[in-house]
């Protein structure tokens, strides 16, 4: 596309590439390039962006970029990449309680404070895309598959496939799909009428995740619990009957998360220098599939920050 390829590559996904521009840019340094961003992406970052949030990539296309169809995002560029890249780069001792809580914080931050207060889910919060600058100062990149909350009911997610991985789904939020999935049988009797729509709860487990890996150096989600995933999703044709796959699926998701944090408190040594961390994060994780209760985002907050 416009012969864009050709340069550096600085990170490719399942949809897009982000190139590294040949030019400089007199104020903002090296520019980075996502060739067929979303038009949704630019213009949530157009939104964010100007605002100069700590947390968000500063955007450099113009106002009227927003409209374009064959979409070119031109951000800031980070030079150390992504933070999932960047950890693997660090010294076991390196990652200490001290950089982890800086990170934390300023995930906890921006994402809390300053993206959701401004009406916008990220929806694919992970390490790969948050981008770093230097260890103080980290920002998040990849709005594709954010959204405006105010028109959040135009992005109802109808079936579980839509949802493609594993990591992107909030269990309690499956195990809500199951109850409603319960409901619509018993009164329509067709499963593609359930609906969910999308909320900033699934953005609050897509933290916790991302917090996980960040600390214990692992994917929430390992091979086995994607294997779960993908064979439950398979099954779905094979059963006759709809509203009991729905239920096993739904089961399979929310046992799975709970298992990995039960094993993971279990594996909890007070001598680890990121034990009151780790131990904050599975707390978390645990109210998260225990409860019904709303997130207190406050609390959260105030709770985090007594392990400064
Ligand atoms: N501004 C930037 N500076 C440096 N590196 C970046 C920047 N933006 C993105 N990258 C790198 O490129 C990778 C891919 O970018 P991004 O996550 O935006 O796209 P993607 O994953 O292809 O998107 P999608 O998930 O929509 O397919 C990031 O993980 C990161 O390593
Ligand atoms: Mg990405």
Redo the contacts with the bound molecule.
Sequence with gaps: MRGLEKYT??????????V?APRKDERYG?I?I?IE??SS?VYNLSILSPQNLTCV?KYLGSDDDKDYKAQL?Y????????L??FLKTLEPEELNHNLCFNLMEQIIYGLLQEIHPNNILHL?VKL??I?VFDETNI?F?????SCYMLLTFKREIDTPERLTNLSRIAPRRIKAFRDKAKDVMETTRNINYIKIIISPEEDIWGLYTTLYQLLFNKSFNTKEGIKLFDTLIKSRRSHLNQAIWYEKFCDGIYQYSRSKVRESFESLSEDDPLYTLKLFILGYMDTYLNTDAPIDIEQLQQDFLKLR
């Design positions: 590559i600085l990170g490719e996904g399942v949809q897009s590439k982000v590294q090296d980075a996502k961003a979303t992406e990539i995002l951000m800031e560029k980070a030079d150390h990449g992504n999932e890249d694919s790969a895309n981008v920002k990149v990849d709005f594709g598959l």
